[in-house]
């Protein structure tokens, strides 16, 4: 499924929810929903910048060329916030996810409804998301 769409079935699934305590509680089950993620990846190297909360993240690269994102986060709206990310940009290439504009977060209108700490964690982790694409990129391209 292209990141295009896992956004639009992400805003699908938040139309339905009026008020912010309700898209909150979605976030965090969004959050408890995510894969527990491998102790052996919980490592200061996989800790993400800039998040006022412990945050961890690590990616892998498939053998079909496909990269698949591990999240996880002390705090569950930060986790909930790591799981939206997740859920866009695993499992599509390391190109598809330079190309792609998270949207959806600013449809959703979370940077005007998160704590300004709350956001810079959320852009930190969408950097290394975007890092760690670059890295596998660059990956692929000298194997060509």
Request: glycine fraction near 4%; charged fraction near 25%; hydrophobic fraction near 35%.
């Amino acid at each position: 499924m292209s990141t295009e769409q896992k956004q639009k079935d992400i805003l699908k699934t938040f139309e339905s929810l009026q008020d912010w305590d309700a898209k909150y509680k979605k976030i965090i089950e969004l959050g408890k929903k995510l894969p527990p993620f491998p102790e052996a990846h919980r490592k200061e190297e996989n800790k993400v910048k800039g998040c006022q909360s412990q945050v961890w993240l690590y990616a892998e690269l498939s053998p079909q060329q496909k990269v698949k994102f591990h999240a996880d986060s002390d705090a569950l709206i930060v986790k909930g916030l790591a799981a939206l990310l997740v859920n866009v940009y695993s499992e599509v290439s390391p190109e598809e996810i330079l190309e792609t504009t998270p949207e959806f977060l600013k449809t959703l209108g979370l940077s005007s409804h998160l704590s300004p700490s709350r956001s810079n964690g959320l852009n930190a982790m969408l950097k290394q998301i975007h890092n760690y694409a670059f890295a596998f990129k660059i990956i692929l391209n000298s194997k060509k």
